[in-house]
């Protein structure tokens, strides 16, 4: 017999709260991070990144099934999780931005790299009549692109 997995507590509005203040600052430093030359300080953030965005999802999930937990909070605490809310939304539209703008440059990048590859070769290979590059020297050239951010 196996035993049964323990059950999560559930998460409470201050979890909440800390986790989005958190993720926020992930977010930001992300952001900062991805503009710079490659860190392995970026790996541990992403690695962060998922994790607390999968804490904050299971909170907002857990909170949304209880009855009326912010309705039983201390005074303006509804109005500090609104502005959390508000600065992670921002965070997070930042961090697309940024990550959409270097994905978006790394394909210029890589694509230049296949046009002057294209070019040094001569044009298509693949597909050409067997003597229609008699006479050049096939070069192997492969080009490997991580998109992992």
Known sequence: MTAAAPARPIPTLGDLAATMVRLTIVLDRESELVRGPSTPELATLQEEKGRLTQAYAQ????????????????????AEMKSAAQRLAGAIERNARVLRAMTEATDRVVAAMVGAIKEQRGGSIGYA?????????????????????
Do not use: E, Y
């Open 59 to 78: 909170a907002i999930a857990a909170l949304r099934a209880s009855s009326g937990p912010l309705a039983a909070s201390p005074p303006g605490f509804a």
């Open 129 to 149: 009549r067997p003597r229609a590059f008699a006479g050049h020297a096939r070069v192997a050239a492969g080009v490997t692109l991580d998109r992992r951010l």
